[in-house]
């Protein structure tokens, strides 16, 4: 008997993703498609909370985690979490193209088709505990992802990034399968619980290792962390700008998802074979995504090499107690707070972007100098957002980056301290380049190819002002309130007792 | 096991017999300068893999391949190369110069070596008994409609995704404006 109640987010999100290609057939107006899709997304969001509160409701049995088909799929506080991280940043992701696409002519019901099919898969994702179900809920992030890359058709840079976007993406993913097979084939089984209890010979072997190794390769290409991160500047610039943002939310955290899981749930007794191998990876990801960064002249260039140097701050806490052969259940809680702020900052960073990027019809720096003269409201809004990424208090972004520091002081040791000044001198970094637009949107004075009067008569679409609405409350609501979403993380990192690790 | 035992088993001179002449095909798939011929040695290459399934025991897959790999996609490939009429040799623009071939000659051979070393380390010449149950063809239908239900229906929406998606993308429409 299945748990019906278990997969009911699964079975709306897709009844959801069906019925917006059937809105997209029978009407005229492709609006309606996308009114369908966040309906869709709000129903989602019912038995998510549902589960997770489940003790406290009348006539709800049933406590989580609840383990179905064999332990191959299990619904914990962990998975509820980022389900519902997903179909948050999908929510803002479609408000956000809604008014993209309709500033021109783009194939548009396919468009919300696509995106919320991605999200399916990262919902799917998020419960999968073994291989098989995992890998095939991250081809349907992957899948939509390459072709939204290549939306705007007529544009040559677009046609690059969906190719370079997927050529790089299924390398990824043909590592990752290797490294998969090469691991089954020396234990003999692909679920995660069985994996956690591989008898030390078995460890032991080469297979093992390079297994392990070929997985860990798959998933930093998903990450776009160092050395795999060259494809991300270039296809969010390339690709529709709210595909940039549901990538560099969506698809990145759908990455981390895998890759948190795996390393948890699966090779916890091989920590010291993927921790240092993390712990490198995000050390490098700080360092050459932020002194990248500094020199970019587009915004959405910039937006790409901050996300690379984002993956590193996330990663830092889990890489650090890992190699150190520390707790994982703290460091595990502080990549999730930091991945949970960070989604809801870059998706806000990325809606202004696209809200100023329409109005200017330009993403280069230089052109948004003055912007305080001719839009507060937008100007007010680059500073909550960029000076949220860069982790001033009090916005959403410091307490990431305290969680991330506490986390990796915690650990102690030589990896945690190193890793600790590391992220502490990339912040300084970081903050460079963040304040360097805020500064350019405020006080540099308008250039003079900018007609002032006319832009000042432009408005803002209403579903961008809703994204940017939710997106910028949630960064101060979670910088002044930040229990929330450690409460929320400490939840999620409950998992371990749950799996008894 | 020595070399010299493991030739002394029949089973093993027809894996060598199908080995053989599905490594030779591969190489021809990527060397061959006529696209259609490559298409061509890639049937002999997936049909060699095939017959090396079946040879595991495990038929359904073996079939899989056959039907789906040499059935459908062969045959779409040879329909693609057709209807497009893309030049069937070799393309200028798509030649690199020796300088970028060679570093990647030498991570395919390194990546070869690696793997090559890591499996033989790990599983040696030694004999692994075959699983009976693993590989009968009803049992992997029935596990994919009871254990396997969610992976399976999740496919049919990656497929699903990437039809609608192509259709978008493939279609020939006046260039949109870049904003």
């Known amino acids: 008997m299945i748990d019906y109640h278990a997969i009911?987010?699964?079975?709306?999100?897709?009844?959801?993703?069906?019925?917006?290609?059937?809105?997209?057939?029978?009407?005229?107006?492709?609006?309606?498609?996308?009114?369908?899709?966040?309906?869709?997304?709000?129903?989602?969001?019912?038995?998510?909370?549902?589960?997770?509160?489940?003790?406290?409701?009348?006539?709800?049995?049933?406590?989580?985690?609840?383990?179905?088909?064999?332990?191959?799929?299990?619904?914990?506080?962990?998975?509820?979490?980022?389900?519902?991280?997903?179909?948050?940043?999908?929510?803002?992701?479609?408000?956000?193209?809604?008014?993209?696409?309709?500033?021109?002519?783009?194939?548009?019901?396919?468009?919300?088709?696509?995106?919320?099919?991605?999200?399916?898969?990262?919902?799917?994702?998020?419960?999968?505990?073994?291989?098989?179900?995992?890998?095939?809920?991250?081809?349907?992030?992957?899948?939509?992802?390459?072709?939204?890359?290549?939306?705007?058709?007529?544009?040559?840079?677009?046609?690059?990034?969906?190719?370079?976007?997927?050529?790089?993406?299924?390398?990824?993913?043909?590592?990752?399968?290797?490294?998969?097979?090469?691991?089954?084939?020396?234990?003999?089984?692909?679920?995660?619980?069985?994996?956690?209890?591989?008898?030390?010979?078995?460890?032991?072997?080469?297979?093992?290792?390079?297994?392990?190794?070929?997985?860990?390769?798959?998933?930093?290409?998903?990450?776009?962390?160092?050395?795999?991160?060259?494809?991300?500047?270039?296809?969010?610039?390339?690709?529709?700008?709210?595909?940039?943002?549901?990538?560099?939310?969506?698809?990145?955290?759908?990455?981390?998802?895998?890759?948190?899981?795996?390393?948890?749930?699966?090779?916890?007794?091989?920590?010291?074979?993927?921790?240092?191998?993390?712990?490198?990876?995000?050390?490098?990801?700080?360092?050459?995504?932020?002194?990248?960064?500094?020199?970019?002249?587009?915004?959405?260039?910039?937006?790409?090499?901050?996300?690379?140097?984002?993956?590193?701050?996330?990663?830092?806490?889990?890489?650090?107690?890992?190699?150190?052969?520390?707790?994982?259940?703290?460091?595990?809680?502080?990549?999730?707070?930091?991945?949970?702020?960070?989604?809801?900052?870059?998706?806000?960073?990325?809606?202004?972007?696209?809200?100023?990027?329409?109005?200017?019809?330009?993403?280069?720096?230089?052109?948004?100098?003055?912007?305080?003269?001719?839009?507060?409201?937008?100007?007010?809004?680059?500073?909550?957002?960029?000076?949220?990424?860069?982790?001033?208090?009090?916005?959403?972004?410091?307490?990431?980056?305290?969680?991330?520091?506490?986390?990796?002081?915690?650990?102690?040791d030589i990896w945690g301290y190193s890793i600790a000044v590391v992220a502490a001198l990339n912040t300084v970094v970081a903050l460079v380049y963040y304040t360097k637009v805020v500064k350019t949107a405020f006080f540099d004075p308008v250039p003079d190819t900018i007609d002032v009067a006319a832009l000042e008569g432009m408005d803002v679409a209403p579903p961008m002002q809703l994204a940017l609405g939710i997106t910028a409350v949630l960064v101060l609501v979670l910088g002044v309130f930040p229990g929330l979403v450690s409460t929320l993380a400490q939840y999620s990192s409950e998992v371990v007792t749950a799996a008894g690790l | 096991m020595t070399i010299g035992d493991w030739l002394t088993e029949s089973a093993n001179w027809a894996f060598l017999f199908l080995a053989i002449p599905t490594f030779v095909a591969s190489v021809m798939v990527v060397s061959s300068r006529n696209v259609v011929r490559a298409v061509l040695y890639l049937v002999i290459a997936l049909g060699g893999s095939a017959a090396l399934f079946l040879m595991l025991g495990a038929e359904f897959v073996g079939w899989t391949v056959v039907l789906v790999y040499i059935g459908a996609v062969i045959i779409l490939f040879l329909i693609g190369i057709m209807i497009t009429r893309a030049p069937l040799t070799k393309s200028v623009d798509l030649s690199h110069p020796i300088s970028a071939k060679a570093p990647a000659a030498l991570l395919s051979v390194l990546l070869f070596g690696v793997v090559a070393w890591a499996v033989v380390e790990s599983f040696g010449l030694e004999t692994i008994p075959l699983p009976e149950e693993a590989t009968r063809t009803g049992e992997i239908g029935l596990s994919i409609f009871t254990s396997w239900v969610i992976p399976f229906e999740v496919v049919s929406f990656v497929l699903l995704a990437a039809l609608i998606g192509g259709i978008v993308l493939a279609r020939k429409d006046e260039p949109a404006e870049v904003p």
């Open chain 1, 8 to 412: 009911l987010p699964e079975i709306i999100l897709a009844l959801t993703v069906l019925a917006v290609l059937v809105t997209d057939l029978v009407t005229k107006d492709k609006y309606y498609a996308a009114v369908v899709g966040m309906a869709g997304l709000f129903a989602t969001m019912i038995p998510l909370l549902t589960l997770a509160l489940c003790d406290d409701l009348a006539g709800c049995s049933g406590e989580l985690p609840r383990v179905l088909f064999g332990g191959s799929y299990v619904v914990d506080q962990y998975a509820v979490v980022l389900k519902a991280v997903f179909v948050f940043a999908v929510f803002i992701a479609l408000l956000l193209a809604v008014a993209y696409l309709e500033s021109d002519r783009y194939y548009e019901g396919e468009f919300y088709f696509l995106l919320l099919a991605a999200a399916l898969g990262g919902v799917v994702m998020s419960s999968s505990r073994d291989f098989l179900t995992l890998i095939i809920g991250l081809e349907l992030v992957s899948g939509p992802g390459f072709l939204l890359a290549g939306w705007r058709k007529g544009d040559e840079r677009s046609n690059e990034a969906a190719l370079k976007f997927f050529i790089i993406g299924v390398t990824g993913l043909a590592l990752l399968l290797m490294g998969v097979s090469l691991v089954y084939g020396i234990t003999g089984t692909q679920l995660f619980a069985e994996l956690a209890a591989t008898p030390q010979a078995i460890v032991d072997e080469p297979v093992f290792a390079l297994g392990l190794l070929f997985v860990l390769l798959g998933f930093t290409f998903k990450i776009s962390a160092v050395p795999f991160h060259v494809w991300t500047p270039d296809v969010y610039e390339g690709a529709p700008t709210p595909v940039g943002a549901w990538l560099s939310v969506g698809s990145k955290t759908a990455g981390f998802v895998g890759l948190l899981t795996v390393c948890y749930l699966a090779f916890p007794q091989v920590s010291n074979l993927w921790g240092p191998a993390l712990w490198l990876a995000a050390i490098l990801s700080m360092t050459v995504g932020n002194f990248v960064a500094i020199q970019q002249t587009n915004v959405v260039r910039l937006l790409g090499y901050s996300s690379i140097a984002q993956a590193g701050f996330i990663l830092a806490p889990f890489g650090a107690a890992a190699a150190a052969g520390a707790d994982l259940q703290q460091a595990f809680a502080a990549s999730v707070t930091y991945l949970v702020i960070y989604a809801v900052m870059n998706l806000g960073a990325f809606g202004v972007v696209i809200a100023v990027g329409t109005r200017l019809k330009t993403y280069e720096l230089a052109d948004w100098s003055g912007m305080y003269r001719w839009s507060a409201g937008l100007a007010i809004l680059v500073g909550a957002f960029f000076l949220s990424l860069a982790g001033i208090p009090p916005l959403a972004g410091w307490f990431a980056k305290l969680a991330m520091f506490s986390a990796t002081i915690a650990v102690g």
